[in-house]
């Protein structure tokens, strides 16, 4: 191919193009957003550096597996409350469901497994079918989910009542066993542990985990994306009831017994749990790390204030401030966020 003399010229007064610069990597804006979780993980590792420093052998197995097995049914309330506040919402009705849960275990369960079996699944349907019930109220009558679950957790301990009016039952020996069943030096709450970690890494790439994130950062974009409301929201609570009624049974493998008012206990927590680990309180940021993390705060602080030798009133306290200066991180990364997105 020949060139005419003119090309040069054009080429040689062509300007050369500027290839834009890569953007560098926003570590300050990657900190802030991670803020929440960081003061968590720095919490818990000065709690339990404080605990080892006065008390012997907490780092070791057979103290991960005792901790572990003390803050798991917190942990499986907390991971359903989690899903919930993910999508901008909030469960009380877990604490009428974990009642409820246990006082079916203690009147049904038998010495035969199946029979047991059949019941710990009956329960397990019924607490994701009552979530579910919750979100689809939420959703057609319009409702706050404040006042819907409030009112199902009222429902739900008045027939814990009716079963069972006094803490009593009991279930069988070998269930009460499952929560010290090892697997190479690991219990089976660890392992459970574990599980859930693996639950979240899967539900939180899929579709149904995305809209749910999607909606509680922003429902009426989700809504004009395509997003099913209704079906979020049954989904989200439906799971919340589900966990709830998981943490009822393995509460039982630690009491032994059934209680018609011990899910009171966990309503709470479960959401300090969360806030504690950087989920906002807002909707669409959160992870269940964190969520566990804060379990374990909340449950190593009873332990440090028994072996600390002070009343047992100041754990209510001790739980307040690390909750008030978690929102405080959790503030930041928000007002953070926002600002970049400006």
């Not at 057609?140 to 404040?146: E, G, I, N």
């Not at 542990?193 to 749910?212: E, H, Q």
């Not at 300090?272 to 992870?287: P, T």
Request: one cysteine or more; aromatic letters at 8%.
């Amino acid at each position: 191919m020949v060139m005419s003399a003119e090309q040069p010229m054009e080429m040689a007064q062509r300007p050369a193009e500027i290839k834009p610069a890569k953007p560098g990597i926003d570590w300050r804006g990657r900190l802030l957003d991670r803020a929440p979780f960081l003061v968590a993980c720095l919490m818990l590792a000065l709690i339990i550096g404080i605990y080892g420093s006065l008390q012997s052998d907490v780092f070791s197995l057979d103290e991960l597996n005792l901790d572990t097995a003390a803050a798991m049914t917190l942990m499986l309330a907390a991971t359903g409350q989690t899903i919930v506040l993910v999508r901008g919402g909030i469960d009380l009705s877990i604490g009428g469901m974990i009642s409820l849960g246990t006082v079916i275990a203690a009147t049904r369960f038998t010495d035969d497994p199946s029979t047991t079996a059949l019941w710990a699944l009956i329960i397990l349907a019924l607490g994701f079918v009552i979530g579910a019930l919750n979100g689809l109220l939420i959703s057609l009558l319009r409702l706050q989910p404040f006042l819907v679950t409030l009112a199902t957790w009222s429902i739900l301990n008045g027939v814990a009542m009716i079963i069972l009016p006094t803490d009593g039952g009991s279930v069988p020996g070998w269930w009460v066993g499952f929560a010290s069943a090892q697997l190479i030096g690991l219990t089976s709450p660890v392992w459970m542990l574990l599980a859930l970690l693996a639950f979240w890494w899967w539900f939180r790439a899929t579709r149904v985990g995305i809209a749910i994130q999607a909606t509680g950062s922003n429902e009426k974009s989700a809504f004009l994306s395509g997003v099913s409301i209704t079906r979020v929201n049954l989904v989200t609570y439906g799971l919340s009831g589900l966990f709830a009624a998981g943490a009822a049974l393995f509460l039982v493998t630690q009491t032994g017994a059934g209680s018609p008012t011990i899910g009171k206990d966990y309503i709470l927590p479960s959401v300090a749990a969360a806030v504690i680990g950087g989920v906002s309180l807002f909707g669409g940021r959160g992870h269940l790390a964190g969520t566990l993390i804060g379990a374990f705060v909340l449950t190593l602080i009873g332990n440090l204030v028994f072996v600390l030798h002070v009343s047992s009133y100041w754990q209510p306290v001790a739980s307040g401030v690390i909750l008030l200066l978690s929102v405080l991180a959790s503030s930041v990364a928000e007002k953070a966020a926002r600002s970049r997105v400006q």
